[in-house]
């Protein structure tokens, strides 16, 4: 079955440093999805970003980028120069072929991320 | 932006009381979730719908119910809510096929306390 593993329940920073969250995953399959989602204090969670199995090319979006390791089945996200308004729950989520599980995304437990002033 | 509404978004009730949590979509995505997020933050599918007239079991036992009469409503009931069932309630939809490949749009959520 499929497994999605954040180990940080809590990171806090000071602004403008930098800070990587963590996730390991796991599955059978060798075609899968894996997602990042931010959830702001207003309680919708916001997609971020989307990688195949297949595409292991690092990706960078403005201040965040992406780290998908398949050899230690890890998806890292850094944000660089962080900001106050970067404080958010970040999720990292994964999509299957297989697994017998029901349809939709496995959810890691999250990862509050405080940015401080 | 994503067009999917949900209310109550907060929602006070007594033991026993019969509730629904509404969740309406405008993109015609044929897809659509309930996830259910416990204070520790922890996500889990407890219902999802392919289309009309479709609805499954997610990973996580409820007692809710949900309905898919129409493509942009998805509905949850709770019958006779209990304090176990204080959580957050949120409610996706999506067009990708399955298994998914694509984007969760994801609603404000409906944060329910049940006294």
């Known amino acids: 079955a499929q497994k999605v593993t954040q180990a940080q329940t809590e990171i806090s920073v000071v602004e403008k440093e930098d800070v990587t969250l963590d996730c390991v995953y796991e599955?059978?399959?060798?075609?899968?999805?894996l997602f990042w989602y931010k959830q702001p204090p207003s309680g919708e969670l916001v997609f971020l970003i989307r990688?195949?199995?297949?595409?292991?090319q690092n990706e960078i979006s403005g201040r965040y980028s992406w780290n998908f390791q398949k050899s230690t089945s890890s998806f890292n996200f850094t944000i660089t120069a962080s900001q106050v308004v970067d404080s958010a729950v970040y999720f990292c989520?994964?999509?299957?072929f297989g697994g017998g599980g029901a349809d939709g995304l496995t959810f890691g437990k999250g990862t509050h991320l405080i940015i401080q002033p | 932006e994503a067009d999917i509404y949900q209310t109550p978004r907060y929602l006070v009730i007594g033991t026993g009381k019969k509730i629904t949590l509404e969740c309406s979509q405008t993109?015609?995505?044929?897809?659509m979730y309930w996830y259910q997020q416990d204070p520790g933050m922890e996500l889990h599918l407890i219902h999802y719908?392919?289309?009309?007239?479709?609805?499954e079991k997610g990973d996580l036992s409820s007692e809710s119910t949900v309905s898919r009469i129409r493509t942009e409503h998805f509905p949850l009931t709770l019958e006779s809510a209990r304090p176990s069932h204080t959580s957050q309630y949120l409610c996706?939809?999506?067009?990708?096929?399955?298994?998914?490949?694509?984007?969760?749009?994801f609603g404000e959520g409906s944060r329910l306390t049940v006294l």
């Open positions: 996706a939809s999506s067009e990708s096929p399955t298994p998914n490949t694509g984007e969760l749009f």
């Open positions: 599955t059978r399959d060798t075609t899968y999805y």
């Open positions: 990688r195949n199995s297949f595409d292991e």
């Open positions: 989520a994964l999509s299957d």
């Open positions: 993109m015609g995505h044929d897809k």
């Open positions: 719908s392919y289309g009309v007239n479709s609805t």
